[in-house]
């Protein structure tokens, strides 16, 4: 396994971004979509993203902002084509991020956990009562026109 990556995007100190050119094999059942890995002598070989690998907002669309400039930057790069991924993780030990990601367009590599995700919003899910779910996300193609509009 090879990783080569770059530190690229910094916001106020509470937010990282990087560009990771992988060549990580998946194996066979992979869970990412087609467009986010190559198949290479019968791998499955991540494609270079981005990947967010922290985010911290004070809750004034901070985040919001950060999250869409990093998809809009992905989408300028050649190499990335609006790939990006995420580790969605509790930083304050209480809240999951997870309703806000999946309100932007993010999806789980769990369809279990979007299942439940959806359902939460269309009760009109809030941050208070957002699922407790964590766990590796990316942005489908067909969800970036919303995530950057969000």
Same mark, same amino acid.
């Given at each position: 396994?090879?990783? @080569? &990556?770059?530190?690229?995007? &910094?916001?106020?100190?509470?937010?990282? &971004?990087?560009? %990771? !050119?992988?060549?990580?094999?998946? +194996?066979?059942?992979?869970?990412?979509?087609?467009? $986010? @890995?190559?198949?290479?002598?019968?791998?499955?070989?991540?494609?270079?993203? @981005?990947?967010?690998?922290?985010? =911290?907002?004070?809750? !004034?669309? #901070?985040?919001?902002?950060? %999250?869409?400039?990093? %998809?809009?930057?992905?989408?300028?790069?050649?190499? *990335?084509?609006?790939?990006?991924?995420?580790?969605?993780?509790?930083?304050?030990?209480? *809240?999951?991020?997870?309703?806000?990601? $999946?309100?932007?367009?993010?999806?789980?590599?769990? #369809?279990?956990?979007?299942?439940?995700?959806?359902? =939460?919003?269309?009760?009109?899910?809030?941050?208070? !009562?957002?699922?407790?779910? #964590? +766990?590796?996300? @990316?942005?489908?193609?067909? !969800?970036?026109?919303?995530?950057?509009?969000?």
């Amino acid at each position: 396994m090879k990783i @080569y &990556s770059s530190y690229q995007t &910094s916001f106020n100190g509470k937010c990282r &971004s990087e560009f %990771v !050119n992988s060549f990580v094999n998946l +194996g066979i059942q992979t869970h990412f979509p087609r467009d $986010y @890995y190559i198949k290479s002598n019968g791998q499955n070989i991540l494609k270079p993203h @981005y990947f967010i690998k922290f985010l =911290w907002g004070d809750g !004034n669309r #901070e985040g919001t902002n950060f %999250v869409q400039d990093v %998809v809009i930057k992905s989408l300028k790069d050649q190499r *990335t084509a609006g790939r990006v991924i995420l580790d969605a993780q509790k930083i304050d030990a209480r *809240t999951s991020p997870a309703g806000f990601y $999946y309100k932007l367009g993010f999806r789980f590599l769990e #369809e279990k956990f979007n299942k439940i995700l959806e359902q =939460w919003k269309t009760l009109g899910g809030t941050k208070f !009562n957002a699922p407790d779910l #964590e +766990g590796k996300m @990316y942005l489908p193609k067909e !969800n970036i026109k919303d995530c950057i509009r969000y």
